[in-house]
T-cell receptor
């Protein structure tokens, strides 16, 4: 079945890099996504990677995909206090399946 | 197009009452999804439509829940005889897809927060 797992919490200092990790189970996933959710807000699509790619860079965000190990990571360079939020990894075939989310806390 | 729109944003209801939520997807999107999110959890899949056809329903969707997308545009999610355990954020998303797989990004609305008292 489909399952997505993430670590629950990450704390970093402002200006450092953050790396959020995710593992998934469905090898037929077509896209893998990272969403951001701030308190009381909806889900904001941050970035996504097609399953035949192994890296995607978008400004401060770098997504790495290891399809063999079914491992996805999101690196945020120069982390800012405004990056504090919950980050969700999701895999997709015909629908999105989400992890439980990683709480990112940025200390100033 | 202003994105996925959900109404109402908040709903407080007494246990046993029926509630209905509405989702207006991005206009050119043929796929529409409903998810439920409780505190500390990721969104859980409920059901999805391709155009007007409901293609999959989760086991989470008990017989008190029904969703429709009558003309392949907006969708409604109705919960009958609400229970306190139904309290959650109900999220709608849309995407453009061909064939069986998602092949574009899915965009979410702001959600409807349901509180059952």
């Amino acid at each position: 079945g489909e399952d997505v797992e993430q670590s629950l919490f990450l704390s970093v200092r402002e200006g450092d890099s953050s790396v959020i990790n995710c593992t998934y189970t469905d090898s037929s996933s077509t896209y893998l996504y990272w969403y951001k959710q701030e308190p009381g807000a909806g889900l904001q699509l941050l970035t996504y990677i097609f399953s035949n790619m192994d890296m995607k860079q978008d400004q401060r965000l770098t997504v790495l995909l290891n399809k063999k190990d079914k491992h996805l990571s999101l690196r945020i360079a120069d982390t800012q206090t405004g990056d504090s939020a919950i980050y969700f990894c999701a895999e997709s075939t015909d629908k999105l399946v989400f992890g439980a989310g990683t709480i990112l806390r940025v200390k100033s | 197009d202003t994105g996925v729109s959900q109404n109402p944003r908040h709903k407080i209801t007494k246990r046993g009452q029926n509630v209905t939520f509405r989702c207006d997807p991005i206009s050119e999107h043929n796929r529409l999804y409903w998810y439920r999110q409780t505190l500390g959890q990721g969104p859980e899949f409920l059901t999805y439509f391709q155009n007007e056809a409901q293609l999959e329903k989760s086991r989470l969707l008990s017989d008190r829940f029904s969703a429709e997308r009558p003309k392949g545009s907006f969708s409604t999610l109705e919960i009958q005889r609400t229970e306190q355990g139904d309290s959650a954020m109900y999220l709608c998303a849309s995407s453009r897809s061909t064939g069986g797989l998602m092949n574009t990004e899915a965009f979410f609305g702001q959600g409807t927060r349901l509180t059952v008292v």
